[in-house]
């Protein structure tokens, strides 16, 4: 009996390529629905969000946890790489090869014993997270929704020196996310500031801003409570609506004026490009 041959047998290495000043990407999907935990503490409940047709679950282990907003920084990585290679009229491929430290300085980290450490740490959530979504699927003939059910990446593997230190990192990316940004129309590039935004509401919410405002010169809105929905935070919806007034205060977007507005006894989020795209003050952070 011949020997069936496993998935990394019939992809081809894709070597990172130097990122210079390669542009951020991510993908419409994740900054359009609530995939990631925002909490830096672990989180298990599953995030479950259903309108508009589209339905999706996310679920973690008690180990991991499920991945939270800055493990996404690998995902932006990996997509930035992949539109960079097709860019340069290079094949891209759902196998990547990197070394952690290349990893690290794109997402604007350190490169210390700790920040290797929380890196490892986001693979093993990326990969124990487990996704079920009609996003993106046909509907049946019969009518019935396909859901497709995957992990952000199928494997990794480390290749670590006598002394411990790594040599590089390998990583097998998820069928459903390197379709989607194969697919330019599904990218978006984001704000070089964006990874100096420490806060978890911070982050989701310029990626929604980005994803719904674009630069459309008349803006957007969102009424508060279909934000709450959309976040899939375990904040209460009161305490929610704080943060995102604090950030409207302050702020906080690259690239957009966020302003509260309130009618009918609804309040709104509201958001218009800013034309001075005031740089953000770049802060600390780390994988949580």
Do not use: C
């Given at each position: 009996m011949s020997k069936r041959p496993n998935e990394r047998e019939q992809l081809s290495l894709f070597r990172a390529l130097p990122a210079g000043d390669m542009a951020l990407r991510d993908a419409q999907d994740l900054m359009a629905y609530p995939f990631f935990s925002l909490a830096k503490?672990?989180?298990?409940?599953?995030?479950?969000?259903?309108?508009?047709?589209?339905?999706?679950?996310?679920?973690?282990?008690?180990?991991?946890?499920?991945?939270?907003?800055?493990?996404?920084?690998?995902?932006?990585?990996?997509?930035?790489?992949?539109?960079?290679?097709?860019?340069?009229?290079?094949?891209?491929?759902?196998?990547?090869?990197?070394?952690?430290?290349?990893?690290?300085?794109?997402?604007?980290?350190?490169?210390?014993?700790?920040?290797?450490?929380?890196?490892?740490?986001?693979?093993?959530?990326?990969?124990?997270?487990?996704?079920?979504?009609?996003?993106?699927?046909?509907?049946?003939?019969?009518?019935?929704?396909?859901?497709?059910?995957?992990?952000?990446?199928?494997?990794?593997?480390?290749?670590?020196?006598?002394?411990?230190?790594?040599?590089?990192?390998?990583?097998?990316?998820?069928?459903?996310?390197?379709?989607?940004?194969?697919?330019?129309?599904?990218?978006?590039?984001l704000d070089p500031t964006y990874f100096g935004l420490s806060g978890g509401i911070e982050r989701w919410l310029y990626r929604l801003v980005r994803k719904h405002g674009g630069r459309q010169q008349a803006g957007w809105r969102f009424d508060m409570r279909h934000l709450h929905l959309k976040s899939g935070s375990l904040q209460r919806p009161s305490d929610f609506a704080i943060q995102v007034r604090q950030l409207a205060r302050r702020q906080a977007l690259p690239g957009y004026w966020l302003s509260i507005e309130r009618r009918g006894g609804i309040e709104w989020?509201?958001?218009?490009p800013d034309p001075d795209n005031r740089p953000s003050e770049r802060l600390v952070h780390r994988f949580c």
């Open positions: 503490s672990p989180r298990i409940v599953p995030i479950r969000f259903e309108a508009g047709g589209i339905s999706l679950t996310v679920e973690g282990v008690p180990e991991h946890g499920i991945a939270t907003i800055w493990d996404a920084d690998v995902l932006i990585w990996a997509a930035s790489q992949i539109i960079q290679a097709k860019k340069e009229g290079i094949a891209p491929s759902r196998l990547m090869v990197a070394t952690p430290y290349e990893i690290l300085r794109f997402a604007q980290r350190g490169t210390g014993r700790s920040d290797y450490l929380a890196l490892r740490a986001a693979l093993d959530r990326l990969q124990s997270t487990t996704v079920a979504t009609t996003l993106r699927q046909r509907a049946r003939p019969n009518g019935s929704k396909r859901i497709h059910r995957f992990s952000w990446i199928n494997e990794w593997k480390e290749y670590v020196q006598p002394g411990g230190r790594s040599d590089g990192i390998e990583l097998i990316l998820a069928d459903w996310f390197f379709t989607g940004v194969m697919e330019e129309g599904l990218v978006l590039t989020l509201a958001f218009l």
